[in-house]
């Protein structure tokens, strides 16, 4: 078998599936639009209801990081229902947990239950793994060399997102007095119903044969040196960039500033995690996969160290637009490693394993991140970000290294 450490998997650009790449790139990139506000007002919102239904102020972050624990939990299930079932099937299974998690935030908000607003979020998060795989069925759509593009033109769906859902909580979070943030979540599940429509019109073919069995066992791929970088580059941007999310609002709020200006930061710091897809996967195609990442990286690291200059809401929103677009850099170009890790039968196996990973590492960071700000404050937190991020750089620049070593000899 050849090595699929040294050259990426190609298809025959002949395939049926690409004669309607355009109209599932955009259904897709409409859906995740639509999606990702979902997400959006987790973020806006959780730690805001956590604080106010918690029976403990540590608690405030809970229900977001039970959100990350739906995301990690149910990403193998999502990939064995599209192995099994096709993408479809999945894409529709997980926007109609995405209904149901808004109805019952709503039904939480209404009977002030902390626990259901926490099993809510859960779904929430099971919706935001499936929606989070639209970026792989985008790639599945078109020849190898353009599924960098692909696959960040459907992030870049996102953008919208960033204005859907703090738009969504602002024009409607006192609409069911005096159930603060109700109508909302009502509307979150009437956003999620639609995007169920949009999907319905993805065309994939079901899987083959070849790829119900599976390929090579997980254990062989995952101990690629190509995919054990591109998992830990994934769960440093993506663990960083929900670590300091998660806590920003409640921060914002500690310091006095206005639930509006935390909507308008997480708006704007969402825009910034998806505006960049237009061009990232041009970035990649032209300078490489780690270049990105190490770029995404260095964001990243700027973004903590803005956040440490100062608590006014000008520091708060540039720490939250760097952040954004650095988890963009570091999660799209991880992404595309993965895309060079499998053959076409064990796509959605190893993808999901990937997003697994990372999710149930962000997970760990959730938790950490509340009870860190509560107990020592927003500084900390931020200062905190920079070890995983000095894990990330060294292990990248050892492998770009070995790399030019080899290309060498």
Not at 20 to 34: C, E, F, S, Y
Not at 242 to 262: E, R, V, W
Not at 279 to 292: D, E, M, N, P, S
Not at 343 to 348: I, Q, V
Request: proline letters at 4%; charged letters at 10%; aromatic letters at 10%.
């Amino acid at each position: 078998m050849t090595d699929i450490n040294a050259d990426p998997i190609t298809e025959a650009a002949a395939s049926p599936l690409y004669s309607h790449a355009k109209g599932n790139i955009a259904r897709l990139t409409v859906a995740q639009a639509l999606a990702g506000a979902n997400s959006t007002v987790v973020y806006a919102t959780g730690a805001i209801v956590g604080n106010m239904l918690a029976p403990s102020r540590a608690l405030a972050t809970l229900p977001i990081s039970i959100f990350v624990v739906g995301m990690a939990a149910c990403s193998l299930p999502a990939g064995a229902i599209a192995q099994r079932h096709g993408r479809r099937a999945a894409f529709l299974t997980g926007t109609g947990l995405g209904v149901l998690a808004g109805l019952l935030a709503a039904l939480a908000a209404v009977l002030a239950s902390f626990w259901l607003f926490c099993v809510a979020t859960f779904f929430g998060g099971a919706y935001a793994a499936v929606v989070l795989s639209f970026r792989f069925a985008a790639a599945d759509c078109v020849p190898p060399e353009r599924r960098p593009r692909a696959l960040s033109l459907v992030m870049a769906g996102g953008v919208l997102a960033g204005v859907i859902g703090p738009q969504l909580v602002t024009r409607t979070m006192y609409l069911w007095a005096p159930y603060t943030f109700a109508a909302t979540f009502v509307a979150q599940a009437a956003v999620a119903a639609l995007s169920a429509l949009i999907l319905l019109g993805v065309r994939l073919p079901m899987p083959s044969t070849s790829e119900a069995a599976g390929g090579r066992p997980l254990g062989v791929i995952a101990r690629q040196p190509r995919f054990v970088i591109a998992v830990i580059c994934a769960v440093v941007s993506y663990l960083l960039m929900n670590f300091l999310m998660t806590a920003a609002p409640l921060a914002m709020q500690m310091c006095g500033l206005s639930q509006a200006s935390a909507n308008l930061g997480i708006q704007w710091h969402v825009i910034a995690m998806y505006a960049p897809g237009f061009f990232t996967g041009r970035l990649i195609t032209r300078f490489g996969a780690q270049k990105v990442v190490m770029v995404g990286l260095a964001l990243t690291a700027l973004s903590a160290t803005v956040g440490m200059l100062g608590v006014d809401v000008a520091h708060f929103w540039l720490t939250l637009i760097l952040l954004g677009i650095g988890w963009n850099f570091g999660f799209v170009g991880a992404s595309a490693l993965v895309l060079e890790c499998h053959y076409p039968e064990e796509k959605a196996r190893v993808q999901s394993l990937n997003d697994f990973l990372v999710f149930g590492t962000m997970a760990f960071g959730s938790f950490l991140s509340g009870g860190l700000l509560t107990a020592y404050g927003w500084d900390t937190v931020l200062r905190l970000s920079f070890v995983p991020l000095v894990l990330a750089v060294v292990v990248l620049a050892g492998s770009s290294a070995a790399r030019s070593r080899v290309t060498a000899e």
